[in-house]
């Protein structure tokens, strides 16, 4: 479980580094990463996660493999017992002593059983438990980091709208400064030289 966990936290250390060696874009407000990059350890993270249930799922198929391996060891005992007991039954003086044995045999046996269901009960829920603890923490692990993420992507979107109203604004000034300038000639031409930077 602890390589498990190991795997998941070493996929999100590979995940900041992805980040750290991007390419800084308008200071430290964007970075460019690599798509291929972080989509090869984005599905390598999904990939690691579900291997606690699978886990846990193999401990219950074990726990039900182990119930029928009991039962089987039951029954044949029981059956050995009862095969035992027929085979002496002629002899009158040992049928009371084989009918004993064999009443103690099937209790010994019962007793295993139940024995050997419980301990295999216990030790999967509480492996199934642990699965899913584990689980609840990297998926949580997992969503405060995307939300952090998504919160950073948020804010550099927020400065570079921000950026191109002041740089719209700076262009209109400079405009309206230039209009004021210009002799009246020049001035009515501009409309006709500005088709020339339409895009």
Excluded: W
């Excluded at 690599?34 to 390598?44: F, H, S, Y």
């Excluded at 401990?59 to 085979?87: I, M, P, T």
């Excluded at 921000?162 to 000034?173: A, F, H, P, T």
């Amino acid at each position: 479980m602890n390589s498990q966990l190991d795997v998941l936290y070493g996929l999100l250390d590979e995940l900041d580094e992805a980040l750290d060696k991007g390419f800084p874009l308008l200071g430290c407000h964007l970075t460019v990463v690599k798509k291929d990059v972080v989509t090869n350890i984005l599905d390598r993270l999904y990939a690691a996660l579900p291997d606690e249930v699978k886990e846990a799922k193999a401990l219950l198929r074990r726990k039900d493999e182990l119930q029928y391996e009991a039962q089987q060891r039951a029954e044949k005992l029981v059956a050995d017992a009862q095969a035992e007991a027929n085979r002496l039954l002629s002899e009158s003086d040992l049928l009371r002593a084989v009918q004993k044995e064999a009443e103690k045999i099937k209790d010994q046996v019962v007793s295993e059983c139940e024995d050997i269901k419980r301990k295999a009960l216990e030790e999967a829920d509480a492996l199934r438990n642990q699965a899913i603890d584990d689980s609840l923490r990297t998926k949580d692990g997992a969503s405060v980091y995307a939300e952090q993420v998504l919160v950073s992507l948020e804010q550099n979107l927020n400065q570079l709208q921000e950026i191109v109203k002041n740089g719209q604004v700076q262009l209109e000034r400079r405009r309206a400064e230039s209009d004021n300038q210009i002799p009246g000639n020049y001035v009515n031409q501009r409309a006709e030289y500005a088709q020339d930077f339409r895009m």
